[in-house]
């Protein structure tokens, strides 16, 4: 058993994430995954890469789901996914040598290799799916919120962000300190109604999703679609009033 | 909860070494040609991130692009130069050394050019270098040359050219910062795919602009517009003319935009079987004429003094009657024929969805009419005060493109946009330099004659504009062997290599004796009729000998079409090599200004390879080209092609790249030639770009500050407006001929086609398959679409890409799947009148219920690409292209033309119909899709694929940095548009604030 920080911490880095304008392209995936292979956790390794049955460790993975509604309405909802970083994270308590761990100072969730015995208790405590077990090192590894890359000295600070975020060619995931009420993401998460993944877990997370806004509405108050008036019913008749339409260059 | 162990806090490693240089270079995973930035460490790529300062992707990287590595470390690169061993298809090679290779091809091509140039097809793929390899044809003497563009987007390109001087992708883009209403036509993850997926997300997150998507099928973009229609598939052009039909009901026209941009008060003589039907009327000096409202006489149609209308019938100088260009185009469209009740059912939508949508645009354009205070002064020399814009921008590819009546739905969309006010202006649809050019831009093309050891008079593709310039012989019989520029297809501007090989096979019009080809997948999925290429590609005539006999290929990978050359000369990865691309091919420029860019080698090669331009240089020098052989025959870029980037010049002062020409180097645009050129743009991160000042920025067509500036540029030839043509007296041309007019008319089997299909306005004609078939056999249209995170056949050998779709299923609407009778994963049999493939079914909702479409270039070769034998590509997938011919049906006549748009050439990929049969139980047994193909074997030395990767494992320091760690920075997607929508976040730019709002 592990124990997640006595109190928890007031900074809490995490990301936000806008469904209304994901377009499931699968950058922020491909991107976390070449950072971090090469990063904290590394390698993310892949396994028969090149056969049958291809499968490797990726951190952030985007599903996209088709919604039905009862009147047979349906769209398309892109949803990327990666850890939460929750604050009651079940993933943390459940792991038998402390290899999982939260941390005290902005909240991220890492696993420590080292430790690690690759028990996978944190992954079947964790609602989200969000731990990927390495069959080949034999270890849990997760999201780690690029701790190597948003806090490196070595990278200039524009580039201290997590690559998943700077990546996003829609514009669609944010960065920033969501235990802060007047941080821009938290504002953000506010005028657009961020809302908890599966909040009835009770796992607080700190990650949180933009839901897609309405759309456009295709009819008026009254259920009617606009159209345009015809000046004349018959196009000949419209041509006739152009006759005398004298115009400038 | 507490637990009992504490001990878990790791001091993690917040400052590791990242890398020991980063090396900035362009991307080449698609065709995007986004700028990156290379970690490298010991030599190896660590990390590839966009590169924020370069024009194209600002920072954003795609999945693609981000998925480098794993292409640069693939294990089905090639490793050294390979000769054919067994039989063309057997897969057996033997590795020769460089010399042999550039010898042997050396002497092949030698032989072709002493005797008949135009033996010699060469054709390249979707590579970047066209303005080196079109000169190169053109230097060795062949007009048999062309890149992959008549099989892409030719329909787009001719027809924006022809029409208004650009085109969408790669010559123009929306407006996506003020634009308020905003469609899109058949795009998927089409080129241009960092800007749309930027674009897009800034202009959903501004709040103020509605988005609309008219696609068959829902994903992607799709997926994230306010409205999807789901027209079906082919029938945009119906769509465009019943919403033009109530515009011009309406009077919610442009009208002063159109007199002063387009030709549509230009009057159009109207004497039925003369000579001259149809096309301009002229005053004596050429200038044409107009109807001036004012003075009641015919004026010059070009004069900012005259004063036009644009009704009416007037009669000439000679008596004959004219009518304005205009009134014939209202009057065809006004038709009942395009009321949005008589094609409604056609094109699958309600007839109140297009009324709808003709009001939203009419109400974009002209009640949310944008002003922006930027003086200009236009082509007459008039100030004006302010700049004013109609939001309605449109943006249209491969859905419209793949159609046979593709470049007649694109000008259509074309004219739309005018008839709104919308092209280059503020909030619409936005020209990127070099255009716009005339419509269209020259030259001709060229290739009339063909003489030993000569060069062509010009460059091989180019813009006809009458009879004359086509490529046909006195029998009206083609010049080229894909037939491009022939009656059959008078406007194929990109040329036709999808029926390359099977006119080079066939002999019609003749046979070559050197087929070579760079990075162009042509026995596999770039090609139409995949089985029947690998046919034409390995058959013998009786003496023993290859139909086409002798193929030299260059690719990097271990393609499908490795499989069916003889010679092999192997390339580098994108990482490994320099390019350019150019302003004089497929420049990087975006609305706001003039940019291009460099490839510059970050890694060195780890295999006997060459950059397949390098080759072609050195291949010039051996073959003794001028231009790339001096005349003592030493190389006149003895660098290779990094000399030849920064030295050659095609014009004086006029190079492959534009930034710091002269030898002091600062020149932009024209110059002399200047040694230290690479290093300057290395220096700037490998690109160049230059900003437009805000009175150039709109209305370029017609704007001084503009014109002056391009033409100093070297981008048009003179400095007058560039007219935009809703009327294409080009296309009557064609007509004329076709109707017994001229010298050179078209041969009795073509005349009627051309016509039918030369209609000086856009037309639209269901796709042309539909002609012959029956449709109640044949009920369903097949479509593919290329994934976000994949592009081509270099996806597959991805390791990471593949986890993503490494098996493509045929996406098919519950309702019609309920219909036959089928649940996620069952085997089908999709026919064709040409063929059948066996694949899986997936249910889904989003598509057009009368359509199904499947991931294109999925499907591979067993034993190609580095593949393991039971690869999900080759057993699994499939190729749609099986089923889809590259002729039409036969019709009963002895002739079939090609399955392409009858103006262009373009190949008709997506007007394909087919039915589904479920499978068998003894079929679905089998669980493998159908046609298989045997094994290729491996490459000689070819190392095996690894089972485990662990890319990366070496990057992982042991010891901790010691560092305590810098501050992290905040980071708001889309932060401006999200602030000034109201969410009170801090103005600025991502994680850079805006000075007052710090």
């Known amino acids: ?249 | 909860m507490t637990g009992f162990f504490a001990l878990g806090e790791e001091k993690a490693d917040t400052s590791p070494k990242v890398s020991d240089e980063v090396k900035t270079t362009t991307c080449y995973m698609c065709a995007c040609r986004c700028g990156i930035r290379v970690h490298l460490r010991d030599g190896k790529v660590r990390y590839i991130e966009g590169n924020p300062d370069h024009p194209v992707n600002k920072g954003i990287l795609c999945a693609k692009g981000s998925a480098g590595i794993m292409q640069v470390n693939s294990p089905s690169r090639l490793r050294k130069p390979l000769l054919r061993t067994g039989e063309r298809g057997s897969g057996e090679f033997k590795e020769i050394e460089w010399e042999e290779a550039l010898s042997l091809a050396t002497e092949w091509l030698g032989d072709i050019r002493k005797t008949d140039p135009k033996k010699l097809a060469f054709f390249t793929g979707r590579d970047q270098s066209q303005s080196l390899t079109g000169w190169w044809a053109k230097q060795f003497g062949t007009m048999n040359f062309a890149a992959h563009g008549g099989f892409c987007s030719v329909n787009m390109a001719a027809a924006g050219l022809y029409t208004i001087g650009g085109s969408f992708w790669e010559f123009g883009e929306p407006d996506w910062d003020l634009t308020k209403y905003f469609m899109m036509f058949g795009v998927a993850e089409d080129h241009d795919s960092n800007p749309i997926k930027a674009g897009i997300g800034r202009l959903k997150t501004r709040g103020d602009a509605k988005f609309v998507s008219i696609n068959p099928v829902r994903t992607g973009y799709s997926a994230v517009a306010d409205e999807w229609v789901g027209v079906r598939p082919g029938t945009d052009g119906l769509f465009v003319f019943a919403l033009l039909h109530e515009l011009l009901k309406a009077e919610k026209i442009d009208f002063d935009y159109l007199v002063r941009y387009t030709n549509a008060h230009w009057l159009v003589i109207d004497d039925e079987g003369a000579a001259d039907h149809g096309l301009f009327a002229r005053d004596k000096d050429g200038n044409p004429l107009c109807y001036d409202g004012k003075t009641k006489a015919l004026g010059d149609a070009s004069s900012a003094d005259v004063s036009p209308v644009l009704a009416g019938e007037y009669t000439l100088e000679d008596g004959r009657k004219a009518v304005p260009a205009f009134n014939l185009m209202a009057a065809r469209y006004m038709d009942e024929a395009y009321n949005p009740d008589t094609v409604a059912a056609t094109i699958g939508i309600e007839p109140a969805t297009i009324r709808r949508i003709a009001a939203e645009l009419a109400e974009a354009a002209f009640d949310k009419e944008i002003v922006l205070d930027v003086e200009w002064t236009d082509w007459a020399g008039r100030k004006q005060d302010k700049m004013i814009g109609r939001p309605v921008a449109m943006h249209a590819m491969r859905g419209i493109s793949a159609h046979s009546n593709g470049f007649h739905t694109c000008r259509g969309i074309h004219l739309l946009q005018m008839i709104l006010g919308t092209i280059d202006v503020p909030g619409g649809f936005r020209h990127k330099p070099p255009f716009p050019r005339p419509c269209p831009p020259g030259p001709k093309p060229a290739g009339h004659t063909i003489a030993p050891n000569q060069p062509i008079d010009g460059m091989p593709l180019g813009f006809p504009t009458e009879p004359a310039d086509l490529l046909v012989n006195k029998d009206g019989s083609p010049k080229r062997v894909d037939k491009a520029y022939s009656w059959e297809f008078p406007l194929s501007s990109h040329g036709m290599m999808h029926m390359a090989i099977h006119n080079a096979w066939k002999g019609d019009p003749y046979h070559v004796d050197v087929l070579f080809m760079y990075m162009a997948n042509m026995s596999w999925n770039s090609t139409m009729n995949t089985s029947g290429t690998i046919k034409y590609l390995t058959d013998k005539n009786e003496d023993g000998e290859y139909k086409i006999p002798k193929i030299i290929y260059s690719d990097a990978y271990h393609s499908e079409m490795v499989n069916y050359s003889d010679l092999i000369l192997p390339d580098t990865t994108y990482l490994e090599r320099w390019d350019c691309i150019s302003l004089l091919d497929r420049p990087i420029s975006s609305a706001h200004g003039p940019a291009d860019s460099i490839r510059q080698p970050v890694i060195k090669p780890d295999r006997d390879v060459r950059p397949f331009q390098e080759v072609l240089l050195d291949l010039g020098v051996r073959l003794g080209l001028p231009g790339i052989a001096n005349e003592d025959g030493t190389a006149k870029y003895p660098g290779g092609y990094p000399d030849y980037i920064a030295n050659h010049e095609r014009m004086p002062g006029v190079g492959p790249l534009a930034g710091w020409r002269g030898i002091d180097g600062d020149q932009h645009g024209k110059g002399d030639a200047n040694p230290k050129q690479l290093e300057k743009y290395i220096e700037n991160g490998c690109f160049w770009s230059e900003a437009f000042t805000p009175e150039q920025s709109y209305y370029k067509h017609a704007n001084q500050s503009y014109l002056n500036k391009a033409h100093a540029m070297g981008w048009i030839p003179n400095n007058k407006p560039i007219v935009m043509q809703i009327y294409s007296e080009i296309m009557q041309k064609f007509r004329l001929a076709a109707e017994g007019h001229g010298d050179i008319q078209p041969p009795e089997r073509d005349r009627q086609r051309v016509k039918e299909y030369f209609d000086p306005l856009p037309m639209w004609y269901a796709p042309l398959e539909d002609e012959t078939l029956d449709k109640k056999e044949y009920p369903l249209h097949a479509l593919t679409q290329r994934p976000m995170h994949m592009y081509h056949s270099w996806g597959s050998q991805n390791a990471w890409l593949r986890q993503i779709t490494a098996q493509n299923r045929m996406f098919m609407h519950s309702s019609k799947a309920e219909e036959l009778n089928l649940v996620d994963d069952d085997w089908i049999w999709v026919t064709s009148h040409h063929g059948k493939v066996r694949c899986q079914v997936k249910t889904v909702e989003g598509v057009n219920p009368d359509t199904i479409w499947t991931w294109n270039a999925i499907g591979k070769k067993r034993g190609n690409w580095g593949l393991d034998k039971d690869a999900p590509e080759s057993n699994k997938g499939f190729l749609l292209n099986h089923v889809i011919s590259e002729l039409l049906p036969a019709k009963g006549e002895k002739h079939r033309y090609s399955n392409s748009d009858p103006v262009t050439g373009q190949a008709a990929w997506f007007d394909l119909r087919v039915r589904v049969d479920k499978c068998t139980e003894a079929e679905a047994a089998e669980n493998v899709t159908w046609p298989l193909f045997d094994v290729t074997p491996p490459l000689p030395n070819m190392a095996p694929s690894p089972k485990t990767v662990r890319y990366g494992e070496d990057f992982k320091s042991e010891e901790h940095s010691g560092k305590s760690g810098g501050t992290h920075m905040e980071w708001v997607g889309n932060r401006h548009e999200n602030a000034t929508s109201g969410t009170g976040v801090r103005d600025g730019y991502r994680n850079s604030l805006k000075e007052e709002d710090k």
């Open chain 1, 1 to 249: 058993m592990t124990s997640l920080p006595a109190q928890p911490s007031k900074k809490k880095l995490g990301l936000v994430v806008d469904l209304d304008i994901c377009v499931g392209c699968h950058a922020c995936s491909v991107n976390c995954k070449e950072w971090n292979t090469g990063g904290h956790s590394a390698p993310l390794t892949d396994q028969d890469a090149y056969g049958a049955n291809p499968i490797g460790v990726w951190f952030n993975r985007v599903h996209s789901y088709e919604i039905v509604q009862d009147t047979g309405k349906s769209w398309t909802v892109n949803f990327p996914k990666s850890c939460l970083h929750c604050e009651d994270a079940p993933c943390v308590p459940v792991c038998p040598t402390g290899a999982s761990y939260k941390r005290s100072e902005d909240g991220i969730v890492l696993i420590n290799g080292d430790y690690c015995i690759g028990c996978k208790l944190c992954s079947w405590a964790c609602p989200y799916g969000a731990r990927e077990f390495d069959e080949d090192a034999g270890i849990m590894k997760k999201c780690t919120l690029c701790i190597d890359k948003i806090y490196n000295e070595n990278l200039e600070p524009q580039y201290r962000v997590p690559s998943c975020v700077s990546t996003c060619p829609a514009g669609a995931r944010s960065f920033g300190d969501l235990g802060d009420e007047n941080s821009d993401v938290s504002k953000l998460v506010k005028a657009r109604g961020g809302y908890d993944l599966m909040p009835e877990q009770g796992t607080k997370p700190t990650n949180k999703y933009l839901p897609p806004r309405p759309r456009n509405a295709e009819n008026d108050a009254n259920g009617q679609q606009a159209k345009l008036d015809s000046v004349d019913t018959s196009g000949a008749n419209v041509i006739a009033r152009w006759v005398d339409k004298v115009l400038s260059r």
